[in-house]
T-cell receptor
């Protein structure tokens, strides 16, 4: 059973067309939820950490939110350079491993 | 740039050969992690070190895999008797040893088994 499920698997947006990516998770005790961006052939690049329900973090056109069962990554007025795979990961109190979802592949066209 | 450095970036080898990868973490980070990523999947945790101690291992880390961090600085991951299924991107990450510190990843070593 997957602990972390991301949807949609792929998303195509026009430049300026805002949308949200979803990450639903099932853990016994959440230490933290992490969002990463990954470009082809590169390692994941850290974006945000969220610790508790109701928390929000923002960076440029990205805003991450957290509830007890899911997290959303909102992308406002995206640009082509926002095209990448966005990965969500959870860390439980039982350890320090990150458990990743499969990611959402985002393509923003001009 | 003082990010996580991995070497080599690409490795092609024949089935049955042994391979070794190296990871140099961010200098002040005392936690170091290894992950494996296959196409279309998120990274999967393999193992992690705090300083030189290996504290957690995944079920994915079969007895053909061994990782070391001899002086609490760089780390090596060795795969013995490679198999086709070992073809993947091997990612290293590092973090500070404080609660909720993010893991910062290198750009990985891509392993291809012929």
């Amino acid at each position: 059973e997957d602990q972390v499920t991301q949807s949609p698997e792929a998303l195509r947006l026009q430049e300026g067309e805002s949308s949200s990516l979803n990450c639903s998770y099932t853990v016994s005790g959440l230490r933290g939820l992490f969002w990463y961006r990954q470009d082809p052939g590169k390692g994941p690049e850290f974006l945000f950490t969220l610790y508790s329900a109701g928390e929000e973090k923002e960076k440029e056109r990205l805003k991450a939110t957290l509830t007890k069962k899911e997290s959303f990554l909102h992308i406002t007025a995206p640009k082509p350079e926002d095209s990448a795979t966005y990965l969500c990961a959870v860390q439980e109190y039982s350890g320090y491993a990150l458990n990743f979802g499969k990611g959402t592949s985002l393509l923003v066209t001009p | 740039d003082t990010g996580v450095s991995q070497d080599p970036r690409h490795k092609i080898t024949k089935r049955g050969q042994n391979v070794t990868f190296r990871c140099d973490p961010i200098s002040e980070h005392n936690r170091l992690y290894w992950y494996r990523q296959t196409l279309g999947q998120g990274p999967e945790f393999l193992t992690y070190f705090q300083n030189e101690a290996q504290l957690e291992k995944s079920r994915l880390l079969s007895d053909r895999f061994s990782a070391e961090r001899p002086k609490g600085s760089f780390s090596t991951l060795e795969i013995q008797r490679t198999e086709q299924g070992d073809s993947a991107m091997y990612l290293c990450a590092s973090s500070l040893a404080a609660v909720n510190q993010p893991q910062h990843f290198g750009d990985g070593t891509r392993l291809s088994i012929l």
